[in-house]
């Protein structure tokens, strides 16, 4: 069976950092892509970054800001958030399976159970 755990999430200050994880389990993702989407109250589930090959694909929202990585020994992926503002205030969601296509990631095979941060002012 298989899981994806996030763990990470907390209350942060604008400005502040924070790193999360997704540590999979069932199976290998060495050669699949994995990525990270949020959802804030009242917003539909929006795409943050994605891990795929040798590349990575993140909106223009985060991007300057985030940075996904991968441990693949461990099968986890990390989302490092700097910068982090108080529309960054979401659930985020491990995402593992699929592909980026034309700059948005499909197909999602596995979803975590979300991590919520929360960035105050």
């Known amino acids: 069976q298989v899981q994806l755990v996030e763990s990470g999430g907390g209350l942060v200050q604008t400005g502040g950092s924070l790193r999360l994880s997704c540590a999979a389990s069932g199976r290998p993702f060495t050669s699949s892509f994995m990525g990270w989407f949020r959802q804030a109250p009242g917003k539909e589930r929006e795409f943050v970054a994605a891990s795929g090959g040798s590349n990575t694909y993140y909106p223009n929202s985060v991007k300057g800001r985030f940075t996904i990585s991968r441990d693949n020994a461990k099968n986890t992926v990390y989302l490092q958030m700097n910068s982090l503002k108080s529309e960054d205030t979401a659930v985020y969601y491990c995402?593992?399976?699929?592909?980026?296509?034309?700059?948005?990631?499909?197909?999602?095979?596995?979803w975590g159970k979300g991590t919520l941060v929360t960035v105050s002012s």
């Open positions: 995402a593992a399976g699929g592909a980026v296509v034309g700059g948005k990631y499909y197909g999602i095979d596995y």
